[in-house]
């Protein structure tokens, strides 16, 4: 009852936002990118003590952020307790109601990256990919406030939203822990090379390493995204804004032409050579991503639906059976998908 009467409170605060057009200000101020906030509603938010100035390092601290990726002597904004800014951040932090483009280009690369660990690790990526990077520190380092961030907000049911560990991973985590670090082991068959690297291949008369060219594609959207807004000295130019939406939309380009070749790949899709078991397992149907979410403990597995008995439904609870795609072992799909 005490939660309930808390997320009501926040929902309250929210309608009030909304209701002062103040809503995208807070946002921005907050979650990042910085685009359009004015001195006034800065004030506004300020006054009615909505928001209170941290420094970067105080910011990362609490919401568990890569420290690294911003410059922690400047100032940024939180909510006016611990409890409400981590909620407001995580709420909106998985989409960016004034900026589409920008909530869509992230979590479809959150799609792509929780594809990439559940096909290489399996039901277990998540011990199997902390056991991999057992001698890196600095990628533990930053998984641990991934999933620190995780542990904290996965009961909140964010807008019914079925979480995963990929969900808490800002732009700075997508790509260093694993484009950037899975680059030559997957992420190079998506992001294959750009106009701009065939016409500096044939200027330069050799061959140009793709990597290169969207790394700084990617340095960029980190820097944009940053949380930063004190005064108007955090607000983007024009210039920043529109270059950003051209990287996400040739992002959105490049994961759509690898989604269409691999849909064309039959091993991939209703493979023949699936192995099909007679584990049976019980889970709930998530429409939005067709697949079934496992609960054991306190851990989700996920597993792809290749095929389905009847016209499943959003939040179903199902049985199905488990199937291995010889290819990939450790890939474990769900067949026979029937409503319980």
């Not at 390092?57 to 981590?86: I, M, P, Q, R």
């Not at 660990?117 to 011990?127: A, F, L």
């Not at 990939?328 to 319980?340: E, G, Y």
Request: aromatic content about 14%.
């Amino acid at each position: 009852d005490f939660k309930m009467k808390i997320y009501a409170e926040f929902n309250q605060l929210i309608d009030i936002l909304k209701r002062d057009e103040l809503i995208n200000a807070a946002i921005q101020l907050i979650v990042g990118p910085p685009l359009d906030v004015q001195t006034e509603q800065l004030d506004r938010l300020a006054n009615f003590g909505i928001i209170k100035p941290v420094t970067f390092a105080e910011k990362a601290k609490l919401l568990h952020l890569n420290c690294n990726d911003y410059e922690t002597d400047n100032l940024s904004y939180v909510l006016f307790g611990d409890f409400f800014s981590k909620l407001f951040y995580n709420k909106f932090f998985l989409d960016v109601p004034y900026w589409p483009l920008w909530g869509k280009t992230e979590n479809k690369l959150r799609e792509i990256i929780l594809y990439f660990v559940q096909n290489r690790y399996g039901e277990n990526w998540i011990q199997e990919i902390e056991n991999d990077n057992k001698n890196d520190s600095i990628w533990l380092s930053n998984w641990e406030k991934i999933m620190t961030r995780y542990e904290e907000n996965k009961d909140l049911n964010i807008d019914n939203h079925i979480l995963s560990p990929i969900d808490f991973t800002e732009t700075g985590h997508i790509y260093h822990q694993f484009i950037k670090k899975y680059w030559n082991l997957w992420f190079s068959t998506v992001f294959t090379e750009t106009q701009e690297d065939i016409e500096e291949s044939q200027r330069l008369n050799k061959k140009i390493n793709p990597f290169y060219g969207w790394a700084k594609k990617f340095e960029k959207l980190i820097q944009i995204r940053r949380p930063f807004a004190h005064n108007n000295s955090g607000i983007l130019s024009q210039e920043e804004i529109n270059l950003g939406k051209q990287y996400c939309d040739e992002i959105l380009q490049f994961i759509s032409k690898w989604e269409k070749g691999e849909k064309n790949k039959p091993e991939l899709y209703n493979s023949p050579k699936s192995i099909e078991t007679n584990q049976v397992k019980t889970g709930i149907y998530d429409a939005k991503k067709n697949r079934v979410v496992v609960l054991s403990g306190e851990w989700k597995y996920f597993y792809e639906v290749r095929s389905s008995e009847d016209n499943l439904y959003d939040g179903a609870e199902v049985e199905f059976n488990v199937s291995t795609d010889s290819n990939n072992p450790r890939f474990k799909i769900a067949l026979n998908v029937t409503i319980k």
